[in-house]
């Protein structure tokens, strides 16, 4: 069974720091580049962050980079999104998806809520 499972989002002060984790099947994840996007109310899926199997080449939309990091443990089959610096507008329900390119399988989401 193909799972891809998000977690640790919640509520944080403007400014604060969150890092999201995501675990996923071995289909999924093994040798395949990964990949965070967010949506927000009213707003299309956004693309935020990806990352290839070996870390070696990693993406960032604009509006995160600088703030943002994404990383991941292949031993334990997860991607982690590192997010510091936050902002109003980084509230969102955050998704994991892979594999890249075409992310034929996605997580749940977690919610982020950044208040001032």
């Known amino acids: 069974q193909v799972q891809v499972v998000e977690s640790g989002g919640g509520l944080v002060q403007a400014g604060g720091s969150l890092t999201l984790s995501c675990v996923a099947s071995?289909?999924?994840?093994?040798?395949?580049?990964m990949g965070w996007f967010r949506q927000s109310p009213g707003k299309e899926r956004e693309f935020v962050a990806s990352i290839t199997w070996r870390s070696s080449s990693r993406s960032y939309a604009d509006s995160v980079k600088g703030r943002f990091t994404i990383s991941r443990d292949n031993a334990k089959n997860t991607v982690y999104l590192q997010m510091t610096s936050l902002k109003l507008e980084d509230t969102a329900v955050y998704y994991c998806?892979?594999?890249?390119?075409?992310?034929?399988?996605w997580g749940q989401g977690t919610q982020v809520t950044v208040s001032s």
């Open positions: 998806a892979g594999p890249a390119p075409g992310y034929d399988y």
């Open positions: 071995q289909r999924v994840f093994n040798n395949n580049a």
